[in-house]
């Protein structure tokens, strides 16, 4: 018999009133089975006309004050959260049949986190992040290829290739995070914590 909670859910829901701490224990045990890229995530955004949008994208980093990633600042996901900071992240671990949705409101994040980050990029993606302007039409390959040459022959130094102001990263603090689990006959688990004044309530929902 699968032990439960104390709100009748698989045990794997935990007790916990932090749900950062419930996200830590079920990415942990998502690093062990997801055959590749556990951090990687569904990030939702809305442009100016409400047209939503979603990529993958993968999470650097995690903490009570949010969820991070890294990307181009000029990029289609960037001028839809300069324009509309809520947003929606997504995780999926389909070895472990989970789900957690978030949401929240997005914020740049510092100059120094954003400079730690970029150098424990490798050599390639340093310059990829000069010679790529992310989401703007390409005529051909070539050209991006040759832009890639010439950031290299700029940048020849692999230990030191500067961050482009361009590039840098968001924070999602979420205001909702929900933990989801297959269930037989789609009668799934659900729960859900909302932050209220700086602090988290938790309840079920339906399948």
């Known amino acids: 018999m699968n032990q439960k909670n104390s709100l009748g859910l698989d045990i794997c829901f935990k007790d916990l009133d ?9 990415f942990n045990e998502a690093k062990k089975t997801e055959i590749n890229d ?11 006309s409400s047209v939503p949008t979603v990529r993958m994208v993968l999470l650097k980093n995690f903490n009570n004050s949010g ?16 324009k509309n900071p809520n947003a929606s992240l997504c995780f999926h671990w389909k ?6 949705r978030i949401t929240g409101k997005i914020s740049k994040v510092s100059d120094e986190d954003a400079d730690t980050y970029y150098q424990t990029r490798s050599y390639g993606s340093r310059i990829g992040a000069w010679a790529s302007k992310q989401s703007s039409i390409l005529k051909n390959r070539e ?39 297959d ?13 209220k004044n700086n602090t988290w309530e938790k309840f079920l929902l339906n399948p």
């Open 18 to 26: 932090d749900p950062i701490k419930l996200f830590e224990e079920w």
């Open 38 to 48: 556990p951090n990687a995530l569904a990030l939702a955004t809305v442009d100016k």
């Open 67 to 82: 969820f991070v990633f890294f990307t181009n600042l000029n990029s289609m996901k960037s001028n839809d959260l300069k």
């Open 95 to 100: 070895s472990l049949l989970r789900q957690i």
């Open 143 to 181: 050209d991006l290829y040759k832009s890639i040459e010439d950031y290299k022959k700029k940048y020849p130094d692999k230990n030191n290739v500067p961050r482009p102001k361009n590039w840098s990263g968001w924070n999602l603090k979420p205001n909702s995070i929900e933990f989801w689990l």
């Open 183 to 195: 269930g037989q006959d789609r009668i799934h688990q659900r729960l859900k914590y909302i932050r």
